[in-house]
Every structure is written in C-alpha cells, then in structure tokens.
Antibody, heavy 124, light 107 residues
C-alpha cells in the first residue's frame, strides 16, 4: 500500500527554523518526486518546492528561495524540509505529496498521494 | 505565475443533485489541470488529472472536461460523502498554482 507519513506538529518562535520529515513506503521512492505544499487556515494550497527522489534535483518557488531547503535520504525513503527565519505568516499545515517526474520536469504532474499534513505554528 | 480562478466560491445542493464547478486560468493550458477534494482536517485527494482522466478508485460520478483556459468538474448524483471543498490546480507552467476553492454544502 502506497503511503506517505509526515512528522508531527511543531511550534516555533518567530525567527526560528523548523524541519519536517516525510517518509514514503509501498512504492519505488526513486521513481517519483516529492513536493511540499502548504495551506494556511481557510486558504488555498500553496506550492513550495519539489525534490526528485531519483537524482536529488530540487526546484523551489521563488517565494521560498533562500529560506527553504529540501533534502532526501534514499536509504530511509524520507524527504526533509527545513524552513528558516519563520514568521507568523508561516503558520500553516504543511503537506508532502508525490508526483511523477519525466525528463527533469517534476511539476507538470498531479499530486496523487499526500501525507497527512504537519501543523506548524509560529507564535511568540 | 498562472492565476487560477474557481467559481462559484460556494454552492449548496442536495443528495442526488448534479453540480458543476468551473476553473479558469490566466493562460492557456495543455490540459495539465487537476481537481482535488478536501475534507476538513484532511489532505487533498486527487480526483481528476490531465483535465479529464479519472484517478483510479474515484467514483465515476466525478468527471472533468474543458481545455485551453476553461475547465469544469461535474459531480452527478451527489452523495453525502461528496460534501467538501474542491480545488483545481494547474500543472502546465512553473510554479504549480491552485484555485481558491469551492465549498460544496448541504442544502
């Protein structure tokens, strides 16, 4: 059974960093990309970044360039997302999601398997 | 970025009804449009990909159509479990972007 399981909720103060993990199972980790999508309360989802599970290539939304790092551990079939310099506007549920990848393009495909979400609260 | 606009923002319907949700994009897509269902406190669930392809396991009462800049999600014979929020998402151009959502409520 294909599954994507995320780490638990986090609370941080403004200016701090947070690292969230996303573990995949039941499918070939290196054949897919893992995306990060966040959703603030009552808002539409917002795409942040992807990492190619096969070659480790990454691509970030311009909005998050410099404040976000996505890495993978193929032996653990796990992807990590680290966000730095958090502010209250980063309070949201963060999802990881799987998509196909082809010829280096991992953003032209729908997200077919999602993690359960990780609530990140940034508050002083 | 491609802007994605859904309408209506909310709709009320009864079980057994048919409803249609529209998604309009600011640039033409090569059919790289997906539809998701989201229930409170849950992750989005993929229903339709590439504008009109039903994701395996999704009931056939869900269908997608459209092209270029105008796309539609239709749900026939609404069931109680269909009352949720629906999002469209374009995957044609980087970065992927989502519509603002349509809340489907019980009348």
């Amino acid at each position: 059974q294909v599954q994507v399981v995320q780490s638990g909720a986090e609370v941080r103060k403004p200016g701090a960093s947070v690292k969230i993990s996303c573990k995949s199972s039941g499918h070939s980790f290196t054949n897919y990309a893992v995306h990060w999508v966040r959703q603030a309360p009552g808002q539409r989802p917002e795409w942040m970044a992807w990492i190619n599970g096969g070659n480790g290539d990454t691509k970030y939304s311009q909005k998050f360039q410099g404040s976000l790092t996505v890495t993978r551990d193929t032996s653990a079939t796990t992807v990590h997302m680290e966000m730095r310099s958090l502010s209250s506007e980063d309070t949201a549920v963060y999802f990881c999601a799987r998509s196909s990848c082809a010829n280096g393009d991992c953003h032209s495909y729908a997200f077919d398997v999602w993690g359960q979400g990780t609530m990140v609260t940034v508050s002083s | 970025d491609i802007q994605v606009t859904q309408s209506p923002s909310s709709v009320s319907a009864s079980a057994g009804d048919r409803i249609t949700i529209t998604c309009r994009t600011s640039q033409a897509l090569i059919n790289a449009l997906a539809w998701y269902q989201q229930k409170p406190g849950r992750a989005p669930k993929l229903l339709i990909y590439a504008a009109s392809n039903l994701q395996p396991g999704v009931p056939s009462r869900f269908s997608g159509s459209g092209s270029v800049t105008d796309f539609t999600l239709t749900i026939n014979n609404l069931q109680p479990e269909d009352f949720a929020t629906y999002f469209c998402q374009q995957a044609n151009s980087f970065p992927p972007t989502f519509g603002q959502g349509t809340r489907l409520e019980i009348k």
